[in-house]
Structure formats: C-alpha cells, structure tokens
C-alpha cells in the first residue's frame, strides 16, 4: 500500500503538505510529477521491486503517468502478454497498469486482479482516470468544484486544501449504523470512489464507469471451493518483503494459516491480541493454531489507559466517525507487526459475509422461509427472549421480530449492529435515515451483499487500511476476491447455513486441515471489551468531551440523557463522533 494524491492544477506547496499528511502510508520513499495541467504526489510503502519502483511510473514516450496505491497479484501474467508490444523499464506491478490502459483502453481495468486504487493522466487525450478495485479494499476520495478537482488516499489530505466546508447531511445514517455508507462524506463536494468504479475527468467534466464483481450464476460450484480458496490465498502473498497474519481463535483466519503454513512460507509470523475478559479472549485459541502450523507467535494486549491515550490518535488516523471498537485492536495489533519488521499481514476479513458466519442470516433465513403462523411466531419470539435476553443484539432482534412485516431485509436492516433506533436518530438530530435496503436477490443473497457492499467496504476495510499503514504495515485480505465472492454468493443454501451453524461449506472443506478445536469452536467475533473500559475511566473521558465541544445540528438535552442513564453503546456512538468533530471540524 501506498498514498496518492493530486490535482488538476499547479501548485507545488498544496502538493507538499498533501504528501505530508500522507507520509505514514508510504514511509520508504516519495515522488512527484507537475506540470500546467496535472500534479501527482506518491509516498511509497516498498512492497514489490524494492529497487525500481519508485513512482509516478510513465510509459515508454512519458505521456501517460501513474501514481498507484496496492499491488496487482496477476501483474506477472499481464506483463507476460504486454511484452509482446510494449517495453518496461521496471519489474514493479504499476507499470503494468500502463501499458494495459494503452493496450486495451478503459476496459483495462477488468483485467486487474488484486487491491488498488490509483490516478493516471493521459497527456495526449488530456484526461485523467481514477480507478478503484471492486471490492472496495483500498480507498479513493475525491473533491470537485468550479472545475477544480483534488483526489488523494484519505480525506485528510484533501483538507489540505482550504475553506472546505463541514456537512452535517450524513449524522443520522452515522448514528445509525456507526459509519458511512454512502459514497458522501462529512465534507461538501468531497465523495468517495465508490468499489469498482473507474471516474474518467475529462474538459471539467466527470463521467463514472462501474467495473462490478458479482456474477452470481445460482449453480454452486462447492467441489472447486478449497482449490480456490488456496489459490486466492497464495496470490496473495505476492511480496518482497516478509508476510504476516492476524491470527484469532476463527476459523477464516485458521483457513489462511493452514494455506500459507504448507505452501512453504518459513518462520510465518502471527499476531494475535488477548483480553481479560474470557468470552472475547481468543488467545488460547490461536495459541492452539499456532502451535499446530509452527507459527513464530506474538501475543499483544492493550489497556483502558491505552485506549484513552491513544483514542485522538485513533480518531485522526481514521479521519472519518467509526464506531467500532474494534479499531482499537487493529491499531495495537499492526504496532506490533511493524515492531516485528513484518510490512504486509493477511487477515480473515471477508469471511463472514462470503460463506454466510454470522447467526442473523440464518435468524432470518428460517423465520421468514418456516414461521409463518402467528402462534409460531409469539412462540418464537418469547423463547428467543427467554434465552437471549442479556444482550443489545437479542433486544435489537426481539423488537424486530414483533413488528415484522414480510420484509426481510427490513428485518436484517433492524437486527443487525443496531445501537440507536431510527426514532432515537430522530430525537437527536431531526433527521430521517432514508438509505434503500438492497432488495433484488433471494433472501441468503440480500443479506450478505447488504453486508459486503456496506459494513465490510465503509468499516472493516476502512479500519484494516488506514490503521495498518499509520505504523506502515499493508493489510491483505486474500478472502474478499472476485472469484471467491462469486464462488460463495453462488453456494446452495444449505451449503452456507443450517439452523445451529454457518460457514458448513468451509468447515466441510477444510476439516482435515485444522484442529478440531477450531472447526467446532462457535463464533467469537472480533470485538472490544467496551463495557470495562466505561467502568475504567472512559465514562469520565466521555463526559469531559460531551462538557467541553458543542454540537448544535445534535439534541444537547438527548445527550445528557444518554449520558446520565449511562447507555454505554449509545455513550460510545456519541463520543467517537465528539472526538472526530472536535479533530476535524471544530
């Protein structure tokens, strides 16, 4: 990974302080390119050819540039077909994007396999390209105003740019589901590249292109699951430098370690954290797995002091309001990597959502497919009460299923990650949740889409990307491939799903190659003990920043009230936002 960033003017001071701002994406090196009509800015996280790929890269007469953030695992077979017309100067994966841009034109980037995201500037077509990959791994943000377009990696670099304006339009969809989902931000005229697009800039004007993945055929194909998922897994692993894994007790995780343990990767590092707190705590787990592939093992653990030291810290790397707690952990976890000299870590992101882990699917699944009847229904509700009671996502669930009307994906929009309701949204900030529930496939397919294309893309991966890099590490996710999409999206039902389980189809697949600890082991999540750190001090830090930053587009008397009844959930939701507000807008 690395950080672009650019305009289509001269300005060689706003350049500078825009690679500054992105200097911990690329610590290794930075390169420019300006001239009347275009500025590019790099900072490289050396990855691949550590000798000659330096950026911006041009093809053969210099009148196409490039500036790219990722790596193209296929770019060895591409170049192999590109040397037949075209001379290389590097041995890097950029300069293939170059040369299949001139080769093949806009189609170009349907050929790309692996995470990116970059700016190419045709000098004799005077136009400018940015592309991202289509499953949304590494980030795109762009500003467009009275013919004045700025792009860059993160939303902070674009800052740089002066007198842009706060926009309050998306606080209710955060409140809602902790994050973002649309392609807006919190900035005016500042948007992200959506996953799969490709924006063409061209005489002031932008014209956007879609280079979707799925291509879901409904024939499942689960005899090439376990050859595919091993070859997505070594592609992976396409580095110069060594390669690490974020290891947990799960079993997406468990699967990579098995891959890359008998593919011949010597002395593979993992990295696990570890809480007190036992129904969280994953690392007598991943100790198991470690043990059982030979892994040269770290275990890393963090604090409640830690956390308030480094909440600012967290809040400014993220540059966007991110509710989950989790971020904490990826923080801490790519520290130590980077202390262990590891540059690039796999991890199991993807999935849950791919091959159908977590329990609302087939919550949903079998309430809408089998109980129909009212008595059935009272019935079920009341035992799901009875014995799910204790948690915020049984309560979520409880309140759903009693207004139930037929909509499934209602249903799945209420049930999942739920902290505010959409009139507790209302109360605070007079504001209508209005996003559309994607509603177009069978009921299975609905609900992991609505996942991939929403949480996974503007939390997980946000989380994975930009803390990972601000210690120079480039996060991978060798699950969330196009095929592997394509290949779990087109499963039989009951080769996703039973009623007591997920993932049956990787748990069947690779039975023989983890321990048996791992296969029966039922679903952990990685998640953060949120409810100590409040008992520990974070419900003070809360109330300082509640005290001391206003907010006038949010209720201060539904604040109070929050706080004072000490909803720890709703207290977190408000003060990740508090913080970001006071960083970035106050």
């Known amino acids: 990974m690395c950080g672009i960033c650019g305009f289509n003017f001269e300005d060689k001071d706003l350049l500078k302080k825009m690679m500054t701002v992105l200097k911990h994406r690329g610590p290794d090196g930075q390169g420019k390119y300006v001239d009347k009509n275009i500025s590019f800015g790099h900072t490289r996280l050396a990855i691949i050819d550590l000798k000659t790929g330096k950026q911006p890269i041009y093809n053969e007469d210099k009148s196409i540039v490039i500036v790219f953030n990722g790596e193209i695992f296929n770019y060895k077979e591409l170049r192999e077909k590109l040397l037949l017309k075209h001379k290389f100067s590097t041995n890097s994966d950029t300069e293939v994007i170059i040369h299949a841009y001139e080769e093949y034109g806009l189609k170009f980037v349907n050929l790309l396999e692996g995470q990116f995201a970059f700016a190419l500037w045709d000098s004799n077509k005077k136009q400018l390209i940015l592309a991202r990959d289509s499953q949304g791994i590494c980030p795109l943000y762009y500003y467009y105003e009275k013919s004045k377009f700025v792009f860059a990696s993160e939303q902070k670099a674009i800052l740089s740019l002066e007198n842009i304006k706060f926009n309050n339009s998306g606080i209710s969809e955060y409140l809602y589901q902790g994050f973002l989902n649309t392609k807006i931000t919190f900035f005016k005229n500042v948007n992200k590249l959506g996953p799969g697009e490709l924006l063409l800039f061209k005489e002031n004007k932008i014209k956007i292109y879609n280079h979707n993945y799925l291509d879901i055929n409904n024939r499942s194909n689960y005899k090439f699951l376990k050859s595919k998922i091993i070859s997505e897994i070594e592609k992976s692993t396409v580095a110069d430098v060594p390669i690490g894994l974020y290891l947990s007790g799960g079993l997406d995780s468990n699967i990579i370690c098995s891959v890359l343990s008998k593919n011949g990767k010597k002395e593979l590092n993992t990295f696990t954290i570890g809480f007190d707190d036992e129904k969280?705590?994953?690392?007598?787990?991943?100790?198991?797995?470690?043990?059982?592939?030979?892994?040269?093992?770290?275990?890393?653990?963090?604090?409640?002091?830690?956390?308030?030291?480094?909440?600012?810290?967290?809040?400014?790397?993220?540059?966007?309001?991110?509710?989950?707690?989790?971020?904490?952990?990826?923080?801490?976890?790519?520290?130590?990597?980077?202390?262990?000299?590891?540059?690039?870590?796999?991890?199991?992101?993807?999935?849950?959502?791919?091959?159908?882990?977590?329990?609302?699917?087939?919550?949903?699944?079998?309430?809408?497919?089998?109980?129909?009847?009212?008595?059935?229904?009272?019935?079920?509700?009341?035992?799901?009460?009875?014995?799910?009671?204790?948690?915020?996502?049984?309560?979520?669930?409880?309140?759903?299923?009693?207004?139930?009307?037929?909509?499934?994906?209602?249903?799945?929009?209420?049930?999942?990650?739920?902290?505010?309701?959409?009139?507790?949204?209302?109360?605070?900030?007079?504001?209508?949740?209005?996003?559309?529930?994607?509603?177009?496939?069978?009921?299975?397919?609905?609900?992991?889409?609505?996942?991939?294309?929403?949480?996974?893309?503007?939390?997980?991966?946000?989380?994975?990307?930009?803390?990972?890099?601000?210690?120079?590490?480039?996060?991978?996710?060798?699950?969330?491939?196009?095929?592997?999409?394509?290949?779990?999206?087109?499963?039989?039902?009951?080769?996703?799903?039973?009623?007591?389980?997920?993932?049956?189809?990787?748990?069947?697949?690779?039975?023989?190659?983890?321990?048996?600890?791992?296969?029966?082991?039922?679903?952990?999540?990685?998640?953060?003990?949120?409810?100590?750190?409040?008992?520990?001090?974070?419900?003070?830090?809360?109330?300082?920043?509640?005290?001391?930053?206003?907010?006038?587009?949010?209720?201060?008397?539904e604040v109070e009230n929050i706080y004072k009844n000490k909803d720890y959930n709703k207290i977190w939701y408000l003060l990740v936002f508090y913080d970001w507000y006071n960083k970035f807008v106050k």
């Open 280 to 557: 969280i705590n994953e690392t007598k787990f991943a100790e198991i797995s470690a043990k059982h592939y030979n892994t040269n093992h770290f275990e890393t653990t963090y604090s409640v002091e830690d956390v308030l030291k480094n909440f600012s810290k967290i809040t400014y790397a993220l540059d966007q309001p991110i509710a989950d707690a989790a971020k904490f952990s990826y923080y801490f976890l790519s520290k130590k990597a980077a202390k262990e000299k590891i540059k690039v870590v796999l991890s199991g992101i993807g999935g849950d959502e791919i091959f159908a882990g977590y329990p609302q699917y087939r919550l949903i699944y079998y309430w809408q497919k089998y109980i129909k009847h009212k008595l059935l229904k009272d019935l079920a509700i009341n035992a799901f009460k009875f014995k799910y009671s204790n948690t915020s996502t049984a309560n979520n669930f409880y309140s759903a299923l009693k207004k139930d009307d037929g909509n499934h994906m209602k249903l799945f929009d209420e049930t999942t990650h739920r902290t505010f309701s959409k009139d507790e949204v209302f109360k605070l900030t007079k504001k209508r949740d209005n996003r559309n529930l994607l509603n177009k496939h069978e009921i299975m397919n609905n609900m992991q889409i609505q996942d991939l294309q929403s949480t996974v893309v503007n939390d997980y991966l946000i989380i994975s990307d930009e803390l990972n890099l601000i210690h120079g590490v480039e996060g991978r996710v060798p699950l969330l491939s196009k095929e592997l999409i394509n290949l779990g999206l087109s499963l039989n039902t009951n080769e996703r799903i039973t009623p007591f389980s997920g993932k049956i189809a990787l748990r069947k697949a690779f039975k023989n190659d983890l321990p048996k600890e791992i296969i029966n082991k039922s679903k952990t999540g990685f998640t953060s003990p949120l409810r100590d750190w409040f008992d520990n001090g974070l419900y003070d830090f809360a109330g300082d920043k509640f005290q001391n930053i206003e907010i006038d587009f949010l209720s201060r008397s």
